[in-house]
């Protein structure tokens, strides 16, 4: 069984940077695409950026060029890092690892944006 583990959430003030960090235990290689994806109080659930083991990046329009996901290879961990925070950033926030035909999701960490 896979576990994926996030961490890195908590208060921020607006304007601040945000780091997570998503740590499985398998192998990173062992995944050819990595996710985060966040949900807001009272909204769906949405993507926030992707990553392949190509190391090839995507990012949704509301955090595009503010926002970079990465693989720590060494630490079997994908990093999200998101400066210029805003108050509607404020979500739980979900790693999302896919290997072959299965989808793996970490338990999610609160991240809130306030002065």
């Known amino acids: 069984q896979v576990q994926l583990v996030e961490s890195g959430g908590g208060l921020v003030q607006p304007g601040g940077t945000l780091r997570l960090s998503c740590t499985t235990s398998?192998?990173?290689?062992?995944?050819?695409?990595m996710a985060w994806y966040r949900q807001a109080p009272g909204k769906q659930r949405e993507l926030v950026a992707t990553i392949t083991d190509n190391n090839d990046a995507t990012y949704e329009d509301f955090v595009r060029g503010r926002c970079t996901i990465s693989r720590d290879v060494a630490a079997n961990a994908v990093v999200l890092q998101i400066d210029s925070l805003k108050p509607e950033d404020t979500a739980v926030y979900y790693c999302n690892f896919h290997s072959g035909a299965d989808e793996y999701w970490g338990q999610g960490t609160q991240v809130t944006v306030s002065s």
């Open positions: 398998r192998s990173i290689f062992d995944f050819y695409a």
